[in-house]
């Protein structure tokens, strides 16, 4: 796992991404560790539900890591 510096460009860019992220919230942690998640409310999971999003948010994961790389390196 990779460990960004949090300055407030790495800050903006979490926020600005978050904005255009369908299937999660990133924040971040008291150790300043960057946590993506997604709540399902138990009635509505479903095996493929839950297949898909898991697909969706790991390869939005890679995305946002492949992102911070390239713009903080």
């Known amino acids: 796992m990779r460990v960004w510096r949090v300055t407030p460009d790495v800050a903006d860019f979490l ?43 790991a390869a939005d994961s890679e995305e946002i890591e492949d992102e911070l790389n390239m713009r903080f390196g």
Do not use: Q, W, Y
């Open 15 to 57: 926020l600005r991404k978050n904005h255009d992220t369908p299937f999660g919230t990133l924040s971040l942690r008291d150790d300043d560790a960057v946590a993506f998640r997604h709540i399902l409310f138990g009635e509505s999971v479903t095996k493929e539900t839950l297949s898909m999003l898991v697909r969706l948010m």
